[in-house]
């Protein structure tokens, strides 16, 4: 009987997996294995604590990555499906899919994949609660250049509204709830069984199919929430299979036997489903509304549906201070209202030169108007006859003499 034995680390209160065979046991280190460190010792330099949080920042950076490369894929695809439309073809909200054969939508397509991908490896590394927030990076990026490439216009408002955004999602991060450790596919397993996300994971998936076959047919072409609200609560189910392959695929390479477990096989399925739904609803709204108006509506609710989806699955916001608290909802309010700002002054034309100066000469006065009497008012014209009628008492009568 083979022993094998995966350690982390030799930490108080770490955990150790030991396995034997088909045989898991879980054991807690309750004493220190080494004398204390004291605090000015090179274990608590930033090289160390890089070394210690190294996934964390890796996850970090790949959110980065991610942002910036779906924000440039929705140009891409925008300018594929504008191509189509001008040659005449059916468009993909009509049910044409003849952007499949454009290069340009490929393009983008295969731009938003490697988004994906970096995204993917950002899930798998870091809490889903700081990664999706970044997600605002991509809606500054695509709002910025559909300004460039596709003519759509974005007023001061708007640029203001991507700041917003981009601030909000910081204060997210800062503030963000730390996820409940799962580190074994057999303990994504157990999570996903769980009576609560069973049950908010039936509802959103009946919520979805009630948009798709009765709602949408009648107001998506109208309405510009219905489609980015399908992709946002099919965004639920693809962000959950993406953690659970992120954690199949670390424990493959460390060596555990996760093959013969089926909730990677389940998750794939779960992911492709998702993903293709996603695209082909998130193609429909691109194509009848403003890039700078989908993208950044489609985030707010695209993280709502992560937050609350990962609070109920991985148990986050359990231990936080109602510090954090506050700071992570202000920091959700805020991308909102950065959002409401992209969308509610879209059509208004303000820019610097737009606003008012306070160098500039003051305009004159202008001239009082005179005083009209009008005919009708008998009684002011009496009074105005008889006040010029009466001599005034500094004046002397004059006596004019006529000889006869």
């Known amino acids: 009987m083979e022993l094998r034995v995966r350690n982390s680390s030799c930490q108080n209160g770490s955990l150790i997996h030991l396995y034997c065979s088909s045989q898991e046991i879980l054991c807690q280190i ?4 080494s004398p204390e460190v ?3 010792a090179t274990l608590n330099s930033w090289q160390e604590r890089l070394r210690k949080n190294y996934g964390f920042y890796i996850g970090l950076g790949l959110a980065f990555l991610s942002s910036f490369l779906i924000g440039s894929s929705v140009i891409l695809k925008k300018k594929g499906l504008m191509r189509l ?3 005449g073809a059916t468009r993909a909200v009509d049910g044409g899919y003849g952007y499949l054969k454009d290069t340009m939508w490929w393009a983008g397509f295969l731009t938003m994949a490697a988004g994906e991908v970096a995204n993917f490896g ?3 590394f870091a809490p889903a609660t700081v990664v999706t927030p970044l997600g605002a990076l991509s809606v500054l990026i695509s709002a910025i250049l559909s300004s460039y490439f596709l003519g759509e216009t974005l007023n001061l408002l708007g640029k203001l509204g991507c700041v917003v955004c981009v601030a909000g999602s910081t204060v997210m991060v800062i503030h963000a709830p730390e996820e409940e450790k799962v580190t074994t596919v057999v303990q994504m397993a ?3 069984k769980d009576t609560g996300f069973i049950i908010f994971a039936v509802l959103l998936l009946v919520f979805c199919l009630v948009l798709i076959f009765i709602v949408a047919p009648r107001y998506g072409q109208r309405n510009i929430l219905v489609y980015i609200v ?6 639920a189910f693809s962000v959950t299979a993406v953690k659970g392959l992120g954690i199949t695929i670390k424990n493959f390479f460390q060596g555990l036997p996760v093959v013969r477990h089926p909730l990677p096989y389940i998750l794939s399925l779960m992911l492709a489903l998702s993903l293709s739904t996603q695209v082909n609803f998130l193609n429909r709204a691109l194509d009848i509304f403003n890039t700078s108006l989908v993208f950044p509506i489609y985030y707010v609710f695209f993280t709502t549906v992560v937050v609350a989806t990962s609070i109920i699955l991985f148990k986050e916001w359990y231990s936080m201070s109602a510090v954090d608290i506050m700071g992570t909802l202000s920091g959700f309010l805020t991308i909102i209202l950065g959002v409401f700002m992209l969308h509610a002054f879209k059509d208004l034309d303000i820019s610097w030169a737009s606003l008012p100066h306070m160098h500039r000469n003051p305009s004159p006065a202008p001239a009082p108007e005179p ?6 008012d008998k009684n002011v014209l009496v009074d105005n006859i008889e006040l010029a009628s009466t001599p005034s ?5 004059k006596v004019f003499i006529i000889p006869s």
């Open 393 to 397: 008492p500094a004046e002397k009568p």
């Open 38 to 40: 004291p605090n000015n």
């Open 371 to 376: 005083t009209v009497v009008r005919l009708e």
């Open 30 to 33: 309750v004493s220190g294995l």
């Open 122 to 124: 950002a899930y798998a």
């Open 85 to 87: 439309v001008a040659m």
């Open 230 to 235: 399908i992709c946002s609560v099919i965004g």
């Open 190 to 192: 157990s999570k996903m």
